[in-house]
């Protein structure tokens, strides 16, 4: 596991020094880490339901398969888990490549610093199982979530935020209590048994938080997830996701 977190530290470094300004994919001259072309194919503006990030044919309220329940005030995904989004995910959690997970680090930022909504600064990570980390050698949402606190705070000068309240954003990483199976093997009925027990919080002092997820399927875990964020004191919990299956 030394040697993939090893890896792992290397290879960002490398497309750090080896892409800068260069389309992370085509190589095209951008000052993104996607170029325009690529970015296009991403979905950046999928037509999706305003409560649960699903999907849809149309922008809709409320969808007929939204699964968001009260405890979760607000899901923002960045794009639909298919196409592009889809491949680079993969490569991502099964192919040791989160050096990709910059893409979506900075187009998040960019999002939210252009929606010029309040960004809370207390930020909770879904788990990953035991044996998908030590297979991984990361946890792609923590590692997403600490590149997402740096691209916001370098476009924060192109944006009314005040630069301490992003530098005072803190990581936590929720804790399973008992061992879990990989997502990716459980069917759907599987995921709908996520209890709020099933994690261990800290008791939380911040009123309003945040729950990072990668992939959004049936909406079980971060459920779960965020009905324990609650029960630790937690008043409000907003999920932000990279992408939202179909």
């Known amino acids: 596991m ?11 470094l490398v497309y750090l020094w080896t ?6 994919l085509c190589d095209h001259p951008s000052a993104r ?14 037509c999706h339901c305003t409560l649960c990030s699903a999907p849809t044919t149309d922008n809709v309220t409320r969808c007929r398969h939204c699964k968001t329940e009260d405890h979760i005030h607000r899901i923002h995904c960045l794009t639909p888990y298919r196409g592009l989004s889809k491949a680079l995910l993969l490569r991502i959690k099964f192919y040791q490549q989160p050096h990709l997970l910059r893409i979506y680090a900075q187009e998040f930022a960019l999002r939210l610093l ?3 909504e309040e960004i809370p600064t207390t930020w909770y990570c879904v788990p990953s199982s035991s044996k998908s980390l030590f297979q991984r050698g990361f946890q792609q949402t923590n590692v997403f ?57 800290e008791a939380i002092h911040a009123s309003h938080v945040v729950l990072i997820d990668d992939i959004i399927t049936t909406g079980s875990t971060i459920n779960a997830c965020a009905e324990a964020l609650l029960h630790a004191g937690a008043q409000q919990v907003d999920v932000w996701a ?5």
């Open 2 to 12: 030394a040697r993939e977190k090893l890896s792992t530290k290397l290879k960002n």
């Open 19 to 24: 892409k800068n300004k260069q389309c992370y």
């Open 33 to 46: 880490y996607l170029c325009q072309y690529c970015r296009a194919y991403l979905e950046l503006d999928y």
């Open 114 to 116: 252009q929606s010029n």
């Open 145 to 201: 979530a600490k590149l997402l606190k740096q691209e916001l705070i370098r476009h924060a000068k192109d944006s009314d935020l005040a630069l301490a309240s992003l530098q005072a954003i803190r990581i936590h990483a929720l804790q399973q209590r008992n061992k879990q199976q990989q997502q990716h093997h459980l069917s759907r009925k599987q995921r709908h048994k996520r209890r709020h027990t099933d994690y261990k919080v």
């Open 242 to 246: 990279l992408a939202h299956t179909p």
